[in-house]
């Protein structure tokens, strides 16, 4: 079965290791684990992956290999100890995105408690946990068997369905009110499927929505089109609508994990953090990257970090300290609204932002750090007597070397900045 999994993700471009029996640390340090269950033996595999997650160095993410024609079970329960499941045999695009969409969702979960336990540290007060909602879905397009497919499903978990039979009305839903999923009937009008699931990927907020898509019996191009735009299922009218429902269950329940994850994660970091800036005070960042370190030493994932130095433009007048105080809390806030959820960043002295990245190598770190150097630059800040003036930003990435702590990775990412790092006890 080892060896069936691995072919089926080499199709997919995904490459895999074929380890039978029992879960042991993978020879090229690979920390997603796939536990198989084509002939249905669901136990065995929770078995396996229970034994998995008991070991020192678990792996980050635990998945569930299923065929897509036996799904897990509807609902939002998540089956323990998985991260998720996927479907081995879906088209190699959607495996593709059914892993990062685990791997997001296991990162998102080992920041949470990784921060939790810097909070702990730095006895700050938990946050508030994110409100449990009713599970809702959307249905757009022309009336058709699956919105009653999909009505009879959500009402056996206490959902509701919302339907909207033209597109601009079911944007309007979708930007009056949360929902859980979206399903999109493309049957008669596959052109319009096709740009609503475009539509979705291109709005931020929206960007996971898990996305069904309904399709004319024989329609592969659209089957094709969709799953490309990010459909997590697509079925057609003649087919079963169980299999597919029960996929776009997964998609929802992962994507809660996801999401609840990630409210703790910013919660975390407010209750440790500047409220002007929405960065993590020095003493805490301090802290949470001396954990940050640790922990990536002991997976070996990469782990980097992004160091920006903000200066007055050659030639350009020195402002007050009050303009530059107020400039410089305006580009630290706007650098943290182009953070990933799960990188911490904070503000050192008076010019200096750093970024800490996990499971980031360096050409991720240097990546995240032009991209905060050039939209702040495109930020125009007020130039007059009270004003900052133009602004240059030096910038410095480095990668977590073996052996190394975070106050050893900060100080040679400041040195390169022709700065030395005084930890905030000494400062």
């Known amino acids: 079965m080892a060896r069936e999994a691995q072919a089926l993700l080499a199709a997919a471009e995904v ?5 039978p029996g029992p879960y042991r640390a993978a020879p090229d340090g690979e920390d997603i684990a796939l536990f198989a269950a084509f002939d249905g033996d669901v136990a065995a595999a929770v078995e396996l992956a229970e034994a998995a997650h008991s070991t020192e160095r678990k792996p980050l993410a635990s998945l569930l290999a ?25 088209p190699a695009k959607l495996i593709s995105a059914q892993i990062e969409a685990c791997v ?40 058709s068997a699956m919105f009653l497919a999909l009505e009879r499903a959500l009402s056996e978990h206490g959902g509701l369905v919302a339907a909207a039979f033209s597109s601009y009305a079911g944007f309007d ?27 979705l990927r291109r709005n931020a907020s929206l960007y996971h929505m898990p996305t069904m898509v309904v399709t004319a019996p024989l329609d592969g191009a659209t089957r094709k089109a969709v799953i490309e735009r990010g459909a997590c299922a697509v079925v057609d009218t003649n087919a079963p609508y169980g299999p597919s429902l029960g996929w776009l269950f997964e998609a929802v329940r992962r ?27 020095r003493a805490a960042f301090e802290a949470h990257l001396k954990r940050l370190a640790a922990d990536h030493q002991h997976s070996g994932r990469p782990f980097a970090l992004s160091v920006m130095r903000v200066l007055p433009a050659p030639g350009s007048s020195d402002p007050s300290d009050e303009a530059w105080k107020r400039g410089f809390n305006e580009i630290a806030s706007l650098a943290a609204r182009l953070m990933r959820e799960t990188d911490a960043g904070a503000t050192i002295g008076r010019d200096v932002i750093a970024v800490a990245l996990s499971a980031t190598d360096l050409k991720g770190a240097k990546r995240t750090g032009e991209r905060i150097a050039s939209v702040a630059e495109c930020t125009a800040f007020a130039a007059g007597d ?29 040195r390169a900045l022709d700065m030395e790092f005084v930890p905030a006890e000494s400062a």
Do not use: W
């Not at 994507?255 to 005070?281: I, N, P, Y």
């Not at 009270?386 to 990412?413: D, Y």
């Open 15 to 19: 490459q895999a290791a074929a380890m």
């Open 66 to 90: 299923l065929t897509s024609d036996r799904p897990s079970p509807a609902g939002l329960e998540a089956l323990a100890p998985f991260t998720g499941a996927i479907a081995l045999d879906a």
């Open 104 to 143: 997001r969702v296991a990162l998102a979960e080992e920041e949470r408690a990784r921060r939790m336990a810097t909070a702990v540290e730095m006895n700050a007060p938990m946050p508030t946990p994110a409100e449990l909602r009713r599970l809702k879905a959307l249905y757009i397009g022309a009336p």
């Open 173 to 199: 839903h979708l930007h009056d009110e949360p929902f859980d999923a979206v399903v999109l009937n493309g049957a008669q009008d596959p052109a319009t499927a096709i740009s609503l699931c475009a539509a």
């Open 255 to 281: 994507e809660r994990r996801r999401r609840a994850a990630d409210h703790d994660v910013r919660g975390l970091r407010d209750v440790m953090g500047e409220a002007r800036t929405g960065l993590f005070k």
């Open 386 to 414: 009270n004003g900052t003036g133009p602004l240059v930003f030096e910038q410095s990435a480095v990668e977590l070397q073996p052996g190394e702590s975070g106050a050893s990775l900060l100080a040679r990412a400041m």
